[in-house]
């Protein structure tokens, strides 16, 4: 079974400021399909960007990028200028063999005003 | 328009009760599944189904059963509840990639989840 790993339980940001989500994994396949998904207080579970394992391009998505290192297995999220709005759990997911989607333990986002 | 709606959103019961959560997608999904989201926020697959066809069936009681009368719905059963049974449950969906092809818009859905308190 394939692996995420999330290393930092908590991390705080200040408003505007720029900051990293750390993310692992574990796989022995080539092509596969990695996600952020974003749960606020509300508990919905909300997608925030997808990356391609094919793809050499880091995915963006306005104020959301990733670092996508396939060799090293690495798949951080960058949040730029951020909000508020953004304080949440963050989960990094790995799309395993049959559709299922494994989940890293989640990394608690605080923004502070 | 809701894309995946699960109801009810809370549920409370006492141990031992036969309880059932249902979820509906109406964005033509293929493949649906049910998460169990444990008091650390663990999120962990329990059951998919491709088409009405079960797929995944991890380790989970056999108290849990899931049925799915159509692709675009599967409710989840559970009997006599236990009190570890606690816990916030979420339905999602996913296109077929190998049907569709369309990896550009490739993702899952996730209802609002269910808060299921066995007291």
């Known amino acids: 079974a394939q692996t995420v790993t999330q290393s930092q339980p908590e991390m705080s940001v200040q408003e505007a400021e720029t900051v990293t989500l750390s993310c692992t994994y574990d796989?022995?396949?080539?092509?596969?399909?990695l996600f952020w998904y974003k749960q606020p207080p509300s508990r919905q579970m909300i997608l925030v960007i997808r990356?391609?394992?094919?793809?050499?391009q880091n995915a963006t998505e306005n104020r959301f990028s990733v670092n996508f290192q396939k060799a090293a297995k690495s798949f951080s999220l960058k949040i730029s200028d951020s909000q508020l709005g953004d304080a949440a759990m963050y989960f990094c997911?790995?799309?395993?063999?049959?559709?299922?989607?494994?989940f890293g333990a989640g990394t608690i986002l605080r923004v502070k005003s | 328009d809701t894309a995946v709606s699960q109801t009810p959103k809370y549920l409370v019961t006492q141990m031992g009760n036969d309880k059932s959560i249902k979820c509906e997608q109406n964005?033509?999904?293929?493949?649906m599944y049910w998460y169990k989201q444990d008091s650390k926020k663990f999120l962990k697959i329990m059951f998919s189904y491709n088409n009405k066809e079960l797929i995944i069936n991890e380790t989970v009681p056999n108290r849990f059963s899931p049925k799915s009368p159509d692709k675009a719905h599967l409710n989840l059963h559970i009997n006599s509840l236990e009190l570890g049974d606690s816990a916030v449950y979420f339905c999602a969906s996913s296109q077929d990639l190998a049907r569709t092809g369309d990896v550009l818009n490739y993702g899952y859905t996730f209802g609002s989840g269910t808060r299921l308190t066995v007291v």
């Open positions: 796989t022995s396949e080539s092509d596969y399909y």
């Open positions: 997911a790995y799309r395993e063999y049959g559709n299922k989607l494994v």
């Open positions: 990356q391609e394992a094919y793809k050499q």
């Open positions: 964005l033509g999904h293929d493949t």
